[in-house]
């Protein structure tokens, strides 16, 4: 099976939720069962990195770090997958699901505990290959 959903994750060197959220989704995409995915780390810290975070137009530069479903198209570019909730309150991301693609990033309010959890990750991989099917 060709890999054609991408997890774009952005982060920035010497953050700690970076390094746990890249071994967190690391750790999963060895399954099996998320054979369909790929990872690709953007550094919102270099020039090429900044572009791809503003390219997103929906992540919070104070929400590091973050990450968004694509898929690629018959043209091989990667198109986000959209958030098909907008608008309603996630049971199980809340606060850290993006509002208009598909993706959350890191809640860092008063309710929020400010972490990415594997259970808010396989949320949202399970309704990337919902849409990709």
Do not use: H
């Not at 570019?77 to 606060?95: I, Y």
């Amino acid at each position: 099976m060709k890999k054609n959903l991408q997890i774009l994750v952005f982060g920035k060197a010497g953050c700690q939720k970076c390094k746990v959220l890249n071994g967190r989704l690391d750790d999963l995409l060895a399954k099996p069962e998320w054979k369909e995915f790929e990872k690709r780390y953007i550094d919102v810290e270099t020039e090429d990195g900044m572009v791809e975070f503003c390219q997103m137009e929906c992540l919070n530069p104070q929400r590091i770090p973050a990450f968004v479903v694509t898929q690629s198209d018959e043209q091989g570019r990667e198109k986000p997958l959209p958030n098909r909730q907008a608008g309603e309150v996630d049971k199980v991301c809340g606060n850290s699901k993006l509002y208009q693609f598909l993706g959350v990033q890191t809640d860092y309010s008063a309710g929020g505990r400010g972490v990415i959890t594997p259970k808010m990750i396989q949320s949202i991989l399970y309704e990337a290959k919902e849409q990709a099917s």
